[in-house]
C-alpha cells in the first residue's frame, strides 16, 4: 500500500520559517494537500493542489511537490501555528486515500 | 456552504455496532461525496472509505472490508457509517468529510466512539 511518511516533530522560534515534509514514492506525479489539526479540532484544509491556499487560509502558509517529497511552508511562524499537521495524496492505483504520519509543530 | 454536524459521542461493548450520522446543511447530499476519517487517540489520520461520483460506488479501505457500511438517506441530507464487530481498537473520533476532487474538506465535528466492556 502507499505510504507518505512525515517527520514526527518540527520546533521553530516565532516568526521564523517552519518547514514540514511528506515523502511518498513518485508523490511529485500526484496532488498533495495539506490539513492542520489543532487540539479537540477537526481538520483544516490550509494546501490543496500542491500549492493553493484555500479562501481564509494566510498567505504564510505555502506548498510545494516534486519528485518524491511534498512540503508545507509556513513563513513568519505565529504562536496560533502551533499544532499537527498531515499531507494527504490519492493513490490512483488502489483508489485510496493516504494520510501521511503527521508532525507536530512547535513554536518555541 | 457546506456545512457537516455530527451525532454525539458513544460507548459500545466489545462485538456490538455503532452508526454515526452527518447531517448535511447549505448544499444536498447528492451534490458531494461523503467520506468517513477516523482518528484513534493520540494516533494519526486514517481514510475508511466513501462515495465515488464516477461509479456511483462507495469504496472502502480495505482494512475495513466487510465490516463498515456507509449509507445516505437524501431526503434527510443525512450520511451515515456503520462499524460492526467493534473491538478497543476502534476507540477512535470518527469524521465525516466531503471530497472535493482529491482533498477533504469541510470535516464534521468529529464523533468519538469508545469500545469498552
Known amino acids: 500500500s502507499y505510504e507518505l511518511t512525515q517527520p514526527p516533530s518540527v520546533s521553530v522560534s516565532p516568526g521564523q520559517t517552519a518547514s514540514i515534509t511528506c515523502s511518498g514514492d513518485k508523490l511529485g506525479d500526484k496532488y498533495a494537500c495539506w490539513y492542520q489539526q489543532k487540539p479537540g479540532q477537526s481538520p483544516v484544509l490550509v494546501i490543496f493542489?500542491?500549492?493553493k491556499r484555500p479562501s481564509g487560509i494566510p498567505e504564510r502558509f505555502s506548498g510545494s511537490n516534486s519528485g518524491n517529497t511534498a512540503t508545507l511552508t509556513i513563513s513568519g511562524t505565529q504562536a496560533m501555528d502551533e499544532a499537527d499537521y498531515y499531507c494527504?495524496?490519492?493513490?490512483?492505483?488502489?483508489?485510496?486515500?493516504?494520510f501521511g504520519t503527521g508532525t507536530k509543530v512547535t513554536v518555541l | 456552504q457546506v456545512q457537516l454536524v455530527q451525532s454525539g459521542a458513544e460507548v459500545k461493548k466489545p462485538g456490538a455496532s455503532v452508526k454515526v450520522s452527518c447531517k448535511v446543511s447549505?448544499?444536498?447530499?447528492?451534490?458531494?461525496?461523503m467520506h468517513w476519517v477516523r482518528q484513534a487517540p493520540g494516533r494519526g489520520l486514517e481514510w475508511m472509505g466513501g462515495f465515488d461520483p464516477e461509479d456511483g460506488e462507495t469504496m472502502y479501505a480495505q482494512k475495513f472490508q466487510g465490516r463498515v457500511t456507509m449509507t445516505e438517506d437524501t431526503s434527510t441530507d443525512t450520511a451515515y457509517m456503520e462499524l460492526s464487530s467493534l473491538r478497543s481498537e476502534d476507540t477512535a473520533v470518527y469524521y465525516c468529510t466531503t471530497v472535493q476532487d482529491d482533498w477533504f474538506d469541510p470535516w464534521g465535528q468529529g464523533t468519538l466512539v469508545t469500545v469498552s466492556s
Open positions: 447549505g448544499y444536498t447530499l447528492t451534490e458531494l461525496s
Open positions: 494527504q495524496a490519492w493513490d490512483s492505483s488502489t483508489d485510496n486515500y493516504v
Open positions: 493542489q500542491d500549492t
